[in-house]
């Protein structure tokens, strides 16, 4: 079910997006690979973290960043091949992280 690699509590994949143009692709494929190599049917959680702290417009904008950087993730995801009904998505705001990041778990 979506949302079950959460549970898990632990990221199979961070991505953080703390300077433009960050380079994941060739670590996403390769962990992607892996994990389909373990188990073919594997589904993932794609879940956009953006900070919790500064002023509402500060955590408004580090949102939509974060939600745009996970769409931008998804479409690498979707472009490998993987099909879009194994990929869910969700959003969250996290106190504890300085940038947004993208984090994937594995359901």
């Known amino acids: ?63 939509e960043a974060a939600r745009q950087s996970m769409e931008s993730v998804r479409n690498s995801l979707l472009n490998m091949g993987l099909p879009a009904d194994r990929v869910s998505v969700s959003q969250l705001s996290d106190p504890a992280v300085q940038s947004n990041e993208v984090r994937l778990y594995v359901r």
Do not use: H, K, W
């Not at 949302?3 to 300077?19: H, K, M």
């Open 1 to 63: 079910p979506a949302g079950a690699g959460l549970a898990s509590g632990r990221p199979f994949v961070v991505i953080r997006f703390d300077n433009p143009g960050v380079e994941y692709e060739q670590q996403l494929y390769e962990a992607v690979s892996a994990a389909l190599a373990r188990a073919p049917d594997v589904a993932f959680d794609l879940v956009a973290v953006a900070p919790a702290f500064g002023t509402s417009e500060e955590i408004t904008s580090n949102s």
